[in-house]
């Protein structure tokens, strides 16, 4: 991944005098009274969500109010500033798209003032903005959500029509994520749950939900290559299958790359094909629109016929007339249009399998999931590079919330899975006086829970701080990886330089959600660790080339440091232990070691 978020110090842009509009969410999560008897798995997905539920021993889709199965991830403020979610707010994008929230999964737990987010901006026909917090806001009219309320207010929906489909209460759920989401971004969707008045019993990997509800009851002992391509984010995963064990065993993906990018490339065909005839035209958000839904249409009827005919009646306005785009868009033209990305889907697909020295006829099944993937020509393509066609197993759209329910099934019942996650991004710390050069501490792939220890020891006498510049990323550099924040150890006693050595553990848990914890060796005395998100890149890069370096103070591994063994039980004896904290959090799961493979069992 390129250089990305960091949380920047990008000050509110909510408008001040704004009259406020009640979202009726609470300010900070409210753990539920009493935990429901049902829990049910939600795939929450960029461009529609899925609930799911086990019922009578069988996994099922749970059917929205008017007969859907699935929900559309929207959040919008219709024209009597009320906020409408779902199917409402889907039917007032075409003209009303500035005040309608689509896309969100891509946006949550992504800092405003990332390259990343900064070249996307002009794509979002809505107003992306900083929030609070400095992460991804959208400003509809006189409102301001953060993503995080966005995806809370999507959750919300999706619990309503769960508790109306079901006749009672539900407040817990297993909620789904792209394998290759960030920490940050998982923990956000953590807190979007909680927001919603759910308590997220598991944030679970996508590809291991596919994979769940490929296996579930067959009996397989299989690698699969999870191929999840929806309508924001691809996912490769292999994962290698037996019995009730589901392994991942290497992950890729690209947060930036779904069937919008897809929609894009026809949007830009037809744009050309109108300014062919007359030439440039300043195109307005409603337009912009309207080409966005002839586009989807138009792709998603080309996966079962070789042309469709576009027109769009009054999409223009020319010297003064309304003008209409007419054209046809051919199965053979939106291939050469989508060509390039396809292809980057199956180049990550080698990668993935590379990593880990495989080579395609090394799969047994290639599951497909996300309704891009239903795309002719990617099926054509996994083919040709797997030499075998993709399995039908599965429903490309129903099958992760299938998963998730599958998940929260079993976490209630005797019959339990065991599901391996890996590290998708690897972790570093910024060396000081390396030229802004990022030393890795835990590898992708690597298996999940991982605890990693490290040494230090202070470069000045009396030293009383000592920083840890976290990032995430497989760049050398700070500038090709995220910020994710710093880490200051405090109060450390009193020596000479050099004389007070800390080890510092990075643990990442089963929801790869980081922990870290310190403590000072000599004494084994807790280290008191403060997480700041103070610092762009840039003034993190610069600081980083003055400090002196790790390599004078000594950082090493200790003897005997990595991953945790199997049956390890708990951090070290370290009373300093600090998960970091992130502001009116819901209480995170436990992250210490309970081992390397999860059992997940009964209560
Ligand atoms: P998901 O996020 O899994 O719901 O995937 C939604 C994406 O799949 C959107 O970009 C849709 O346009 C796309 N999609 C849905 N059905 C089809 C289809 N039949 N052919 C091509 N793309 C589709």
């Known amino acids: 991944m390129g250089n990305d978020a960091h949380p920047p110090q990008t000050p509110p842009v909510v408008p001040t005098g704004a009259p406020a509009i009640d979202v009726g969410l609470p300010d900070r999560p409210v753990a ?19 609930a799911a539920v086990v019922q009578d021993g069988r996994p099922r889709v749970i059917p929205s109010r008017d007969g859907y199965n699935t929900i559309p991830s929207m959040v919008a403020l219709n024209q009597r500033n009320r906020v ?30 990332s390259s990343v987010v900064q070249s996307m901006l002009p794509h979002f026909p809505y107003d992306v903005v900083a929030g609070e917090d400095g992460f991804c806001a959208v400003r509809l009219g006189p409102l301001t959500l953060s993503m995080v309320q966005v995806q809370a207010l999507v959750l919300r929906e999706v619990k309503g029509v769960a508790e109306n489909f079901l006749g009672e209460e539900v407040n817990r759920a297993v909620i789904t994520v792209p394998a290759y989401y960030s920490e940050q971004q998982r923990a956000a969707v953590r807190r979007a749950g909680a927001l919603a008045g759910l308590h997220v019993e598991r944030i679970l990997n996508e590809p291991t939900a596919a994979s769940l509800a490929y296996a579930w009851g067959r009996n397989v002992k299989e690698r699969v290559l999870v191929y999840d391509l929806g309508g924001g984010t691809f996912d490769a995963s292999v ?60 792709k998603c009827a080309l996966s079962e016929q070789e042309s469709f005919p576009v027109h769009l009646p009054y999409l223009a306005t020319v010297d003064g007339k309304p003008t209409a785009l007419d054209t046809t868009l051919t199965r053979a033209g939106l ?62 759209d129903e099958a992760v919330a299938i998963g998730a329910a599958l998940l929260a099934h079993s976490l209630n019942s005797a019959e339990g899975v065991v599901l391996i996650d890996v590290v998708p991004i690897s972790i570093g710390v910024g060396l000081p006086g390396g030229g802004g050069r990022v030393k890795r501490v835990i590898e992708r792939n690597t298996p999940l829970p991982v605890r990693k220890e490290y040494q230090l020891a202070t470069t000045k006498d009396d030293q009383k701080t000592f920083d840890l510049w976290i990032f995430e990323g497989e760049g050398a550099t700070v500038a090709e990886c995220q910020y994710l924040g710093t ?58 080339e003055k400090e002196a370096s790790y390599a004078a103070a000594g950082i090493e591994r200790p003897p005997g440091a990595g991953a945790a063994p199997p049956g390890h039980d708990g951090p070290p004896a370290s009373t300093g232990s600090r998960e970091i904290p992130r502001p009116a959090s819901p209480p995170e799961p436990a992250t210490g070691l309970k081992g390397l493979w999860s059992r997940i069992t009964g209560r």
């Not at 539920?32 to 899925?50: E, K, Q, V």
């Not at 309704?371 to 039908?392: C, D, T, Y």
């Not at 000072?520 to 005395?525: D, K, M, V």
Request: glycine share 10%; with cysteine.
């Open 487 to 544: 880490i200051q150890l405090t109060g450390l006693p009193r020596g000479g330089k050099g004389s007070v050595r800390i080890a510092v553990a990075f643990e990442l848990g089963e929801e790869c959600l980081l922990a870290v914890r310190a403590r000072e060796i000599g004494s084994g005395r807790e280290v008191e660790v403060v997480f700041t998100t103070k610092g762009t890149p840039d003034e993190v890069k610069k600081r980083l």
């Open 239 to 298: 994962l290698e299958l037996a019995d009730r064990v589901y392994q991942v065993i290497s992950t890729g993906g690209d947060t930036f790359l779904g069937g919008v990018d897809f929609d894009d490339r026809i949007v830009a065909f037809l744009v050309r094909e109108f300014e062919k005839l007359h030439g440039p035209y300043k195109w307005d958000a409603v337009a912009r629109s309207r080409l966005a839904d002839a586009a989807e249409r138009a």
């Open 335 to 396: 291939e050469a249009l989508v060509a390039p990305l396809v292809e980057r889907t199956v180049q990550t697909c080698a990668r993935v399998l590379d990593d880990k020295g495989l080579e395609p006829r090394d799969v047994d099944e290639v599951i497909l999931v996300g309704g891009q993937s239903r795309m002719p020509l990617v099926q054509e393509r996994i083919r040709s590079f797997f030499g075998k066609a993709p399995s039908k197993a599965v429903h490309p």
């Open 84 to 113: 409408v979610v779902g199917r409402h707010a889907k039917g007032q994008l075409l003209f009303n798209p500035s005040r309608t929230v689509h896309g969100a999964k891509r946006l949550v737990g992504r800092a405003f003032d």
């Open 32 to 50: 539920p009274a009493r935990l429901s008897r049902i829990s049910i798995g939600i795939d929450l997905g960029t461009s529609n969500s899925c």
